[in-house]
């Protein structure tokens, strides 16, 4: 299928997006819901919602359209019966991780792996597309008629972003640039208007929001901040942005938009950035002055009292809290969004089981795990389970110099995608079938 190449700067054109015009109205109210991920809630949609000008009300249904209002009813109803079970997750009851297949992963009994992409390979015979070197950070969408795409940061220069898209069967079916033209994408973050949003790490990195679909070209989001960016992650509920950057005196950044596009989804073109204050694990939010770097101040040194996060790498929200890894220090915080205050949700050198280090990538299930992948140590991807225990649920060996990359799940949640950046002989991005999730 031919596309545009997502350059940098491009337009970004897809449905719902800060893009597709209309006037803007004010973020939404604490209970607005936006979706946050395919595993975390459902996919959002153009119905109307209650409050709204075009929604129904129960007394029109005495009226001369109560017979459409019934069948309106009706088909809500069979909707909602044909929506797919709630994945709950299974990761407490994965086993201990066997020897290595002949794609050299340990996994869990019961579990299979296959090798979906190596850099420098057409992924599929049907496209003229090269998997990227250094693939980073990653993310899952669902796509028509049960299939799904995978998009894949590479973090070099030149950089940019890849996609492989997957039929119901689970074939690689197509593979894609949605970015191009950019430097060291390192992470990013899915946003809920189905778009993603890929991080440069490098001094005066930019975020770019980009087209999964590879329909759209990609758009710089200089508002989101300009410096050494990691990753991003939507507050679904309010509205807000969370960035992380990965320097060793590094800051923790929210930033609230002026506005919403059409659709629901957050106009990323202008708005508040703030920084993190941490006092007694209290966090004060403090506007950032110059958030574009159009002076010489770095934006980590705008603001002097804020708070240093050693070398900020994942995020990952769930159920009001942010989570965020910090390679530093080997710790992942929890930021309490409605408390307003942040804790060690993980540290190595106080855990009773730290099998954990050199924290890097997040993800998370439907049940709340927070998955971390490895950047070294012995290359795991481990899961801090809700009761604070921790579990190792796939190993990468032989590979020695390299870091495990892009965890994210399918909408199934039965397949997890990540990828070994610095692989012998190139970088492998992996699919592991299992019950991560019943």
Same mark, same amino acid.
């Given at each position: 299928?031919?596309?545009?190449?997502?350059?940098?700067?491009?337009?970004?054109?897809?449905?719902?997006?800060?893009?597709?015009? @209309? !006037? *803007?109205?004010? $973020?939404?109210? &604490? %209970? /607005?819901?936006?979706?946050? =991920?395919?595993?975390? +809630?459902?996919?959002? #949609?153009?119905?109307?919602?209650? @409050? !709204? *000008?075009?929604? $129904?009300?129960? &007394? %029109? /249904?005495?009226?001369?359209? =109560?017979?459409?209002? +019934?069948?309106?009813? #009706?088909?809500?109803?069979?909707?909602? !019966? *044909?929506?797919?079970?709630?994945?709950?997750?299974?990761?407490?009851?994965?086993?201990?991780?066997?020897?290595?297949?002949?794609?050299?992963?340990?996994?869990?009994?019961?579990?299979?792996?296959?090798?979906?992409?190596?850099?420098?390979?057409?992924?599929?015979?049907?496209?003229?597309?090269?998997?990227?070197?250094?693939?980073?950070?990653?993310?899952?969408?669902?796509?028509?008629?049960?299939?799904?795409?995978?998009?894949?940061?590479?973090?070099?220069?030149?950089?940019?972003?890849?996609?492989?898209?997957?039929?119901?069967?689970?074939?690689?079916?197509?593979?894609?640039?949605?970015?191009?033209?950019?430097?060291?994408?390192?992470?990013?973050?899915?946003?809920?208007?189905?778009?993603?949003?890929?991080?440069?790490?490098?001094?005066?990195?930019?975020?770019?929001?980009?087209?999964?679909?590879?329909?759209?070209?990609?758009?710089?989001?200089?508002?989101?901040?300009?410096?050494?960016?990691?990753?991003?992650?939507?507050?679904?509920?309010?509205?807000?942005?969370?960035?992380?950057?990965?320097?060793?005196?590094?800051?923790?950044?929210?930033?609230?938009?002026?506005?919403?596009?059409?659709?629901?989804?957050?106009?990323?073109?202008?708005?508040?950035?703030?920084?993190?204050?941490?006092?007694?694990?209290?966090?004060?939010?403090?506007?950032?002055?110059?958030?574009?770097?159009?002076?010489?101040?770095?934006?980590?040194?705008?603001?002097?009292?804020?708070?240093?996060?050693?070398?900020?790498?994942?995020?990952?929200?769930?159920?009001?809290?942010?989570?965020?890894?910090?390679?530093?220090?080997?710790?992942?915080?929890?930021?309490?969004?409605?408390?307003?205050?942040?804790?060690?949700?993980?540290?190595?050198?106080?855990?009773?089981?730290?099998?954990?280090?050199?924290?890097?990538?997040?993800?998370?299930?439907?049940?709340?795990?927070?998955?971390?992948?490895?950047?070294?140590?012995?290359?795991?991807?481990?899961?801090?389970?809700?009761?604070?225990?921790?579990?190792?649920?796939?190993?990468?060996?032989?590979?020695?110099?390299?870091?495990?990359?892009?965890?994210?799940?399918?909408?199934?949640?039965?397949?997890?995608?990540?990828?070994?950046?610095?692989?012998?002989?190139?970088?492998?991005?992996?699919?592991?079938?299992?019950?991560?999730?019943?």
């Amino acid at each position: 299928m031919a596309r545009p190449i997502a350059a940098c700067g491009a337009p970004l054109v897809s449905p719902g997006g800060a893009d597709s015009g @209309g !006037d *803007a109205v004010s $973020p939404p109210p &604490a %209970d /607005a819901g936006l979706e946050a =991920s395919p595993i975390d +809630a459902a996919p959002p #949609t153009d119905g109307a919602r209650p @409050g !709204d *000008a075009n929604a $129904p009300d129960a &007394a %029109d /249904a005495s009226s001369p359209d =109560s017979a459409d209002a +019934a069948d309106a009813a #009706t088909d809500a109803a069979d909707a909602a !019966d *044909a929506a797919p079970t709630p994945l709950k997750s299974n990761i407490a009851n994965l086993g201990p991780l066997e020897p290595p297949d002949a794609n050299n992963l340990r996994l869990p009994p019961g579990f299979t792996s296959r090798v979906v992409a190596t850099t420098g390979q057409l992924p599929v015979a049907t496209s003229t597309y090269r998997w990227h070197v250094a693939p980073d950070g990653g993310a899952v969408y669902a796509a028509p008629g049960g299939e799904w795409v995978y998009v894949s940061n590479a973090e070099a220069n030149p950089g940019g972003v890849g996609a492989l898209r997957f039929n119901a069967a689970g074939d690689v079916v197509d593979a894609y640039p949605i970015l191009a033209g950019t430097s060291t994408n390192c992470a990013g973050g899915r946003t809920p208007w189905g778009t993603w949003l890929s991080c440069e790490e490098h001094a005066r990195g930019r975020v770019f929001e980009c087209d999964p679909m590879g329909v759209g070209a990609a758009e710089a989001r200089p508002a989101l901040g300009v410096f050494r960016h990691e990753a991003a992650s939507v507050d679904p509920v309010r509205g807000q942005l969370y960035l992380s950057e990965d320097e060793p005196d590094g800051r923790f950044y929210r930033f609230t938009p002026a506005a919403m596009g059409m659709g629901g989804a957050l106009d990323l073109t202008a708005g508040t950035l703030e920084v993190a204050r941490v006092v007694a694990g209290a966090v004060t939010w403090l506007p950032v002055p110059d958030p574009e770097l159009t002076g010489p101040t770095a934006t980590r040194h705008q603001v002097p009292a804020s708070t240093v996060f050693n070398g900020g790498e994942g995020l990952w929200y769930h159920a009001g809290k942010v989570y965020l890894a910090t390679k530093g220090d080997d710790r992942v915080w929890e930021y309490d969004i409605v408390a307003s205050t942040i804790r060690e949700h993980y540290n190595h050198l106080t855990a009773a089981n730290p099998i954990l280090r050199a924290v890097d990538n997040l993800t998370g299930s439907a049940g709340g795990d927070i998955l971390v992948a490895e950047d070294g140590d012995d290359l795991q991807i481990v899961a801090i389970l809700p009761d604070g225990s921790l579990k190792a649920i796939v190993q990468v060996v032989n590979h020695p110099g390299s870091e495990v990359t892009g965890p994210a799940f399918d909408p199934s949640g039965t397949r997890l995608y990540f990828s070994s950046q610095r692989a012998p002989g190139g970088a492998v991005t992996f699919e592991v079938t299992g019950p991560f999730h019943v």
